[in-house]
Structures are given as C-alpha cells and as structure tokens.
C-alpha cells in the first residue's frame, strides 16, 4: 500500500532526531563576539546604528542572550574603544628607538585606527573609563618619552597634548571626506566659491588683517597625511625646546 507521507529528501533526516538538535547548537556567545560584532557595524553603518538589537541580529541570536554579557550601551561602547586600543599597541620591543620617533609612531597608529574606524572620534572624548588596552596604551607613550627622563606627570601632559593634536587632524580629515561625500566638494572648493563674497566683505575695510589673504591664501597642503606629519614635527619641535634642551 502507498504510503502518504513523503520521503525524506535525500541526505535529511538520517541521523536520530536526538542527535540532530545537538550537532546544529550554537557556540555560545563570549562578549568578543559581540564586541567584534558592534564594531563591524559601526564600521560600516555608523555608530548610530549600534544597538542590542542590531548585534542580535548580526549574530543570529535573540537580544536578550546579549544581556547576560552586556548590562547597557555605555558599557558596550567602553569595551569597544578599549578593544580599538589594541590596534595602537606596538609589538613588545619594536618601539623605535629615539623619543621623538617613538612617540610619532604612536601618533600615527592612533590616527590610523581613527581614519579606519570613523566612528571612534564620537567616543574617545566621552567615554573615559580606564581599561586594560588603554592602560598598556598609557604605560607605552610613556615609556615612548623615557629618554627624556621627565616625571610622570609632565610625560602624561605631553601625551595629552600629542593625542588632543591628533584628534584634531583626524576630524579635519573625516570632515573633508564627509562633504565630499555629501556633496561633492571639498573644503577647498567651498572657499573658491566663496571668493566673490569675501572680496566684498574685506573691500569694506572690517576685516584688514584677512583683506591680504583673500587673493592670496595660505597654501596648505593638499595631502592629509604630509599635513599631519609637518603639524606633529611643529608640536614636537616645541616639546623638545622646553622639555629635551641642556
């Protein structure tokens, strides 16, 4: 007699219904995933779009599951820029030798993991919780200014003083490409087009300090990058006149 039921599509079901279950269970979820996770979609939908929910669902998994590993977003954000440190970090013993080349490399790693993870800016100067990548972080500018042989509190205000220049430079340079991106100009672009209005301004005598500079503006540079490195040679220039001299 013909049977009703329909067999099994070839390769289903041969194994115990038992066993089945057991061999699809997941590998329970560790807060590097979800961490991993948040990142990944900050990175390419913006730090907005970071939520419980939207990690659960990058990760196939309910949003209450995340709970047991993280109480709230804040607490989310600070395991994200503390795990973001770890691309800053300089293999143990390949710290260049020299203060000044040491503390540059530094700066451009940071600027780096900035322009990589845009995001990050929006964090760095509200989330201030001490974990343990930002303190290896901490412990290895310092040890970058060793040979100046400064106490540590003057060390950490120069490291300070670097960061709070970098984080400029990076702004400036997310900001260029944002309004190229939204509208198809750059900064530079913006200022040519203001030209016609400025001559106006200037020619009424207000402003007799900029009038100089309307037809001949300063030339920056156009490359961030070679920007960057003649600002931080500036700022290191000074700290070694008044921290490096005899």
């Not at 066993?19 to 961490?35: H, W």
């Not at 030339?219 to 990058?225: G, I, L, N, S």
Request: proline share 7%; hydrophobic share 40%.
């Amino acid at each position: 007699m013909r049977s009703n039921v329909d067999p099994p599509e070839s390769g289903a079901g041969t194994d115990p219904v038992w066993t089945r279950g057991r061999a699809r269970q997941r590998r329970p979820l560790c807060r590097a995933d979800i961490v991993r996770a948040a990142m990944e979609i900050g990175d390419a939908e913006g730090l907005s779009a970071v939520s419980i929910r939207r990690i659960a669902t990058h990760l196939g998994a309910r949003a209450m599951s995340l709970y047991s590993h993280i109480d709230k977003k804040e607490d989310l954000f600070e395991l994200m820029i503390d795990e973001l440190l770890t691309e800053i970090l300089i293999p143990p013993g390949e710290l260049p030798r020299g203060w000044r080349a040491a503390i540059s490399e530094i700066a451009r790693r940071e600027r780096a993991m900035m322009l990589r993870h845009p995001w990050a800016v929006k964090l760095v100067n509200h989330h201030t919780a001490i974990g343990p990548n930002r303190l290896r972080h901490l412990e290895q500018s310092l040890e970058a200014l060793d040979e100046l042989g400064l106490p540590a509190d003057k060390a950490v205000l120069i490291v300070h003083h670097v960061d709070a220049y970098m984080v400029g430079c990076v702004l400036r340079e997310i900001s260029d490409r944002e309004m190229v991106r939204r509208y198809g100009v750059t900064h530079a672009d913006a200022k040519t087009a203001a030209l016609p209005y400025l001559r106006q301004l200037v020619a009424e005598g207000d402003f007799p300090r900029l009038a100089p500079l309307v037809d001949n503006p300063v030339r920056v540079q156009a490359d961030p990058e070679e920007r960057f490195e003649r600002g931080l040679a500036w700022l290191l220039d000074g700290i070694e006149h008044n921290f490096a001299g005899p």
